[in-house]
Each structure stands twice: as C-alpha cells, then as structure tokens.
Nanobody, 127 residues
Framework: QVQLVESGGGLVQAGGSLRLSCAAS????????MAWFRQAPGKEREFVAA????????GYADSVKGRFTISRDNAKSTVYLQMNSLKAEDTANYYC????????????????????WGQGTQVTVSS
C-alpha cells in the first residue's frame, strides 16, 4: 500500500505564490507517475498537472500552463507543485494522486487513472 500526504496549502493574495508538497511512503516502488488534482466547492475534481516518475515528462491543464510547475524528488519520494501568479479561481482543495500503470497523457488527466490519493490540502486565493 502507498500513503500520500500533502502539505503547503494556505491563504494567499491574488498574484502570490505557494508550493505544495506530496510525500509518498510505503510501497513507493509501485508508483510510475503522480499528479495533482483540485476540487472547488460545488465543482467536479479536475486535473491540474502530472509527472512521470522515471523520465520526468510533465503535463498541465490549460488553465495553469505557464503559472504552475510540477516537479519530483525521487530520493525523497516527493512531488511538488509550484504555483505562481495565483488567481481567485485557483481556490480549491488540492489532491495528490499516484498511479501504478502506464496510460496515455490524455488518460492520465482522468482521476480514474490513479490508484492512490492523499487527503488534500486547501488553497485559498483572496482577490
């Protein structure tokens, strides 16, 4: 089993920055990719960014391209989400997810492609 623990959320003004972290523990060797999703009140969970664990290939939702950067530290089994130029519409609970199987980039934007989930960390952007 794998456990994912997010941290780094908080309250920030529009235009500011935050860095989220997700630490994986347990059978981390089973993880081949990780991603960040977010869910705002009354809305469905949506894909934010993903990274391949070995090659470091990344993908982003159009809404965050150029503002967010996903990265990983294999030695620490940790994935990060650097969020810059934050907007009020970025306010949501952010979840870290891990996948055990290879999928296409398009499929990896679906929450169904992920087997492990963290408990979430709240990000609130004030305008």
């Amino acid at each position: 089993q794998v456990q994912l623990v997010e941290s780094g959320g908080g309250l920030v003004q529009a235009g500011g920055s935050l860095r989220l972290s997700c630490a994986a523990s347990g059978r981390t060797y089973s993880i081949i990719g990780m991603a960040w999703f977010r869910q705002a009140p009354g809305k469905e969970r949506e894909f934010v960014a993903a990274i391949n664990w070995s090659g470091g290939n990344t993908g982003y939702a159009d809404s965050v391209k150029g503002r967010f950067t996903i990265s990983r530290d294999n030695a620490k089994s940790t994935v990060y989400l650097q969020m810059n130029s934050l907007k009020a519409e970025d306010t949501a609970n952010y979840y870290c997810a891990g996948q055990r199987r290879y999928y296409s980039a398009a499929t990896s934007e679906s929450s169904n492609a992920y087997d492990y989930w963290g408990q979430g960390t709240q990000v609130t952007v004030s305008s």
